[in-house]
């Protein structure tokens, strides 16, 4: 079990915890309600690369949620911070949305279709079996490849759609060459998360819907985690894994109501 009251800080993933598409899941808004009563620390740390952190608190304000921009970071931001750390000033070919190309642009690296240092792959619509061949090409003539997450499929509102994982496949099976990933469950993003809260692994908790990414990153951050039911990750599907949470619940609504009963 886990006090949650005693907590400075909340970590969470966005799709399939907060909202599915554009629908905002049950208790959702009296989660946000509480954690911003309590002063809670909290970030909503997210595997999709395509929205940028404007665009996801536009997202909740459309909803009726209001948080701050600061509240948002995503694993495209995440894969410009490792680029720049790793090359600074290099160029990339890169496949996805607005959020990732803004990342990589703020941290000073440019696109190049020619000779890139890198292939940069996120989600989104631009993915293409044109943009695959020559990503597949480019990595074929030394680019190095990187992937902005390792989900294979994300939930919307009528089911799943393929993630970065799954687009990043066919071209490490075309080339032999293995992707590198920077989101979840990448302790460099968690590691961010944790700063930006300036809060110890010890005071702070994962929350998230897939035990592949947001559960095995929070554990190995040494944070107590949280699975909520509402999204990816099933009661069956936790019988698969070798780990656990330390608590499972229906959704982050829960969270409230236990937070008050152990008052």
């Not at 208790?27 to 952190?53: A, M």
């Not at 990816?232 to 236990?258: F, H, K």
Request: overall charge negative; hydrophobic content about 40%.
């Amino acid at each position: 079990m886990i006090n949650f009251n005693e907590k400075k800080g909340f970590i969470c993933d966005m799709d399939g915890v907060i909202y599915h598409g554009n629908r905002i899941l049950p208790g959702v808004v009296e989660f946000i309600s509480w954690l911003q009563r309590e002063g809670k620390e909290f970030l909503f740390l997210t595997n999709n690369s395509g929205s940028t952190p404007r665009e996801l608190q536009q997202k909740l304000a459309r909803m009726g949620l209001e948080v701050p921009e600061q509240h948002f970071y995503t694993s495209a931001l995440a894969t410009a911070a490792f680029l720049k750390e790793q090359s600074p000033g290099c160029s990339v070919y890169a496949i996805g949305e607005a959020g990732l190309f803004n990342a990589l642009y703020d941290a000073g690296i440019t696109m190049n279709d020619v000779n890139p240092d890198y292939v940069v792959m996120g989600e989104g619509k631009a993915y293409s079996l044109d943009t695959l061949t020559k990503a597949t090409n480019l990595v074929l003539k030394g680019a190095r490849l990187i992937g902005a997450n390792s989900d294979v499929s994300g939930p919307i509102e009528n089911g799943i759609t393929p993630a970065c994982r799954a687009l990043v496949a066919p071209i490490e099976m075309a080339t032999g060459t293995q992707a590198y990933f920077c989101g979840k469950p990448n302790p460099l993003m968690m590691r961010t998360g944790l700063k930006l809260l300036g809060c110890h692994s010890g005071e702070a908790v994962m929350v998230g819907d897939r035990m592949d990414t947001d559960i095995i990153s929070g554990l190995e951050s040494g944070m107590s985690t949280v699975l909520v039911l509402s999204g990816v990750s099933t009661e069956e599907t936790i019988r698969t894994y070798a780990y656990r949470p330390t608590i499972v619940l229906d959704g982050v609504g829960d969270i409230v109501r236990l937070a008050g009963e152990s008052k």
